[in-house]
């Protein structure tokens, strides 16, 4: 079974220019979930696609943005690129009920963002 | 918000000994906690995790424990190897929704020696 696929692994944007990231839960999953690493903040929480919608969002401005699709496939898009936006992007699925319920949270190998 | 605290932040062990890694969390109504394990250049791996309604779980060499009194959990590793080496992070899933949101510790360098 295939697990948690993310694109590109690696790319290079300008400082304004707008960036998309894509991920490919593990199927069978419903629930997609975005986060932020880097150094200085370690692993923040983006935001949560359910079903289309998003279910849960962090504290990150509206430059960060996301859609989920019919198939549970899903981007992220950061448009107005800082320089502060330099971070690897991971992705995590899971089937989409509540943790207490046994939903188990899975992560991509995520997308490392430089920006220049 | 829920706040996750993480200690310690390196830990150098010998192979083969024990390894134990402390995280409290701060929101009484988080009710799961997933132990993930990064190495270089790679995504989290689930390594283990526990509920709230669970004191103590174990997975061959590795066992969490959870003290919902004092918000407190830990990782433990027994007879470590040098493929244990990695950074460790802690999480927390806390309300309301309880689903794919998770609030993580600042993470633990573990380095098996040799």
């Known amino acids: 079974k295939a697990g948690v696929t993310q694109t590109p692994r690696y790319l290079i944007k300008t400082r304004g220019q707008q960036v998309t990231l894509s991920c490919s839960p593990i199927?069978?999953?419903?629930?997609v979930s975005w986060y932020q690493q880097t150094p200085g903040q370690g692993l923040q929480f983006l935001f949560e696609?359910?079903?289309?919608?998003?279910?849960n969002k962090g504290n990150f401005p509206g430059r960060f943005s996301g859609r989920q699709f019919s198939n549970s496939r899903s981007e992220m898009n950061v448009s107005t690129l800082e320089l502060g936006d330099s971070a690897l992007y991971l992705c995590?699925?899971?089937?989409?009920?509540?943790?207490?319920?046994?939903?188990?949270?899975?992560f991509g190998e995520g997308s490392w963002l430089t920006v220049v | 918000g829920e706040n996750v605290e993480q200690h310690p932040s390196t830990l150098s062990v010998q192979e083969g000994d024990s390894a134990v890694i402390k995280c409290t969390y701060s929101?009484?109504?988080?009710?799961?906690f997933p132990w993930y394990k990064q190495e270089l250049g790679k995504g989290p791996q689930l390594i283990i995790d526990?509920?709230?309604?669970?004191g103590e779980k174990k997975d061959q060499r590795i066992a969490v424990t959870l003290n919902k009194t004092a918000k407190h959990f830990s990782l433990h590793i027994t007879e470590t190897q040098p493929e244990d080496s990695a950074v460790y992070f802690c999480?927390?899933?806390?309300?309301?929704?309880?689903?794919?949101?998770?609030?993580f510790g600042q993470g633990t360098t573990l380095q098996v020696k040799p």
């Open positions: 999480a927390a899933s806390p309300p309301p929704g309880n689903t794919g949101k998770l609030i």
């Open positions: 929101d009484s109504a988080s009710n799961y």
């Open positions: 526990i509920r709230s309604n669970v």
């Open positions: 995590a699925s899971s089937l989409g009920g509540t943790v207490s319920s046994g939903n188990t949270i899975y």
């Open positions: 696609y359910f079903s289309e919608t998003q279910r």
């Open positions: 199927s069978g999953h419903r629930s």
